[in-house]
């Protein structure tokens, strides 16, 4: 029955496993997921909109109807499913692409994400997640703009708004921190949902949806995952497909699963990734969940050097304390368990940026204006058409488009 399903734990395996022995239907987990966003989301504000009741109930219906007759489309057969609202959906599954601006409220995509064509061949998409939207100085032509979804700007102080923050969903809200995100905090604090896939982490870690796809820039995969306590990876770039996918770099971004087991994680990438682009296992990712280490070896950092700075992430001595202790023994815990662990050293931060003489963002100057009216052109009733459009609705706009407090430009 439905009542022995808590939405806060089950994964899409074990529901799965459910539908498989008619213990539930489709149809019912329709309904438990929006009884869950109507009745959390508007203080966990990680939903921006769900489709139509209806639309949803037919389709999951459908999905039933297929599986009593023994068709099955693959392991999301019949499973809701969040994703990032900067991937675009067509008008006909009833949701909007706004990436979180109101610049793109109403805008209408004439072609849905390849992603969408392949989740829904089987999943039921039940909406979309909210989103960081950052307000950054991209020289592009000379002039400032803004990226959607991209995870933030080093050296920017408080020049953008808070991960979680969008002009359409309002401020995401950490699952597990108590009394939401301080006014005192850092715009990525430890207080805040973590971005820019804040709204997919969160729905997951709450209960509002068993799985839920995000993207990935600069850690906007990893960092809000983190913070929910979720399982997540950045996929190997461009081997899942970004059409459809409103772009800051197609060399940087990606999208990803966001879960809560690595069954589900793998089973989502094999319904994300074109295998055309990489080499999958025999038998899918879901081949290599075997519960074995193997000859697997590890490498790791030393993590009180990876730690975000403080400009980011306010600190706050009992949680870096505690997350420093974790990292430790997780660790030592490996060397129990793996054939070798060892410490590794990578590039870093000054290394990388020729003692901060260079900066990463510089190169997407170049790309994401470009891009951005490439993805313009293939929507129709848009408020923009080009970056300067953008720039002027943003400075038209600025009390709505910024989160409150935060300084006008």
Known sequence: MITSINPLTATAAELQTKLTDNSITSKQLVKLYLDQITRYDGYLKAVIATAPQEYLEKT???????????????????????????IATTPELGLPTTCGSLALVGSKPKKNATIIEQASAGAIILGKANLSVRTVNLTWRSQSGLTWSSGGRSGLGTDFANSGWSAVGGQTQSAYVRGGFRPDDSNGGHSNPGGSSSGSAVAVAAGLSPIAIGTDTMGSLIMPSDRSALFAMKPTLKIVPQYGIIPVSFEADSAGPMTKSVLDLARLLDVLVDPSKTTVPEGGYQSAVTGKWGNIRIGVVKPEEWLFPTRIVKYEQEASEQMLREWKSAYERLRT???????VSLLSVDEASDNGTKNIWDAFDSTFGTLLEEYLQSVDECKIKTLEDLIKFNEDHDEQELPPGKFKR
């Open 60 to 86: 999951a219906a459908g999905l039933d109807d297929e599986r009593a007759k023994g068709k099955i489309r693959g392991p999301l057969h019949g499973i809701p499913i969040l994703v990032k609202d900067n």
């Open 337 to 343: 368990v793996v054939k070798i662990v060892k410490p």
